[in-house]
């Protein structure tokens, strides 16, 4: 060891509050391995929760593969488990609560005072800073003592336990399938966030989803609740395609199999789509995506596309049709108010998520994010 880690050596082990183990990240594109930890007791705003499971989401996939994070580090960002102990100040969540872990925010900029969290203004140091926004500091510590960074998204959640706060844990009902609900706090929010609250979708309106993987089926399970008449979807794989057919699609199509997608699209739906939701981020889907728009449309994005990718659309034509383009994120959710619908639609089987889920072990996470790489899994979730 190093001077320069020997100071780096955390020290006041008694703070220690619970021994586990994690997927730990070591090096930009590396595997994970599972190692034992320590988590430190829960501060004032935070608590001590015990994984049940935890979805792979494709921005962890992102975050291993080459976005700057912090070394090492424990990503995992669709937590859900038992709450084991709170922080003095927690006053909603006690020891004993079921709990989905969302996004992290700050609660104190413009956009969380007005219940849009999504859009708070320290998003990123919130989420992907991966240490407490207050002090840099981290809850876990690797068996020598050696910090590891563990507030991705304010969870840190490819662990048997974590420490979130109280403000990115939304409790829901004991009777709910807990080892599975983690993906409600990220990728079908976003999914289903993006049809019913960013795009507002209503009855009798036409939508377009582009890509039916996990976000893009889950929006079509929201428009099938907010009962659009048209329900197009375009995606390539068949299986995928047969699952939107059954979530509620009115139209698939395959974009290798027809000449021109957006006459395709136009001819599914009455000339058109009011609302359309890119989930590729491939910028000449998105191009396509919005000729496809009627008048006074909207088109929603929430793929990752190529970081040097410009929006692929005349402004022209974008005037002459009064049509609007937005970035959602999560689906523009308050996590507070909309997981716990989303549990209900779930329970009611309006939300079938599960049928999206591969089952994995914590030790099986390597095989898990290159199965969501290849698509052989839509939503893999780890069953701790
Ligand atoms: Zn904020
Ligand atoms: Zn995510």
Known sequence: MSIADALRVSPGAETNAVAGRAAVLSSSGGSFSIEEITLQKPRGDEILVKVA???????????????????????????????????????????????????????????????????????????FGAVRMADGSTPMNAADGHPINARFFGQSSFATHLIARERNAVPVPADAPLEILGPLGCGIQTGAGSILNSLKVGRGDAVAIFGAGAVGLSGVMAARIAEAAHIVVIEPNPSRRDM???????????????????????????????????????????????????????????????????????IMDMLVRGVGVKAFVEGD????????????????????????????????????????????AIKPVLIL
Do not use: W
């Not at 549990?343 to 591969?358: A, M, N, S, T, W």
């Open 53 to 127: 499971g935890v979805g792979v989401c494709h921005t962890d996939v992102v975050c291993r593969d080459g976005f700057p994070m912090p070394m090492p580090v424990v990503l995992g960002h669709e937590g859900a488990g038992v709450v084991e102990a709170v922080g003095a100040g927690v006053t909603r969540i006690k020891p004993g609560d079921h709990v989905i872990l969302s996004f992290d925010s700050c609660g104190a900029c413009p956009n969380c005072a007005r219940s849009a969290p999504s859009y708070c203004y320290n998003f990123m140091p919130a989420n």
């Open 244 to 314: 939107a057919l059954e979530f509620g699609a009115t139209a698939v199509i395959d974009p290798k199999a027809v000449e021109d997608v957006v006459a395709a699209v136009k001819a599914a739906g009455p000339g058109g789509v009011s609302h359309a939701l890119d989930t590729t981020g491939i910028p000449a889907v998105i191009g396509g995506a919005f000729q496809c728009l009627l008048p006074n449309g909207m088109l929603g994005l929430v793929g990752m596309p190529p970081p040097d990718a410009a929006f692929p659309a005349n």
């Open 333 to 376: 959710s308050d996590p507070e108010i909309f997981i716990p619908q989303l549990v209900k639609y779930h329970l009611e089987g309006k939300l079938p998520f599960d049928r999206l889920i591969r089952r994995y072990s914590l030790d099986q996470i390597n095989e898990a994010f290159e199965d969501t790489i290849s698509g052989r």
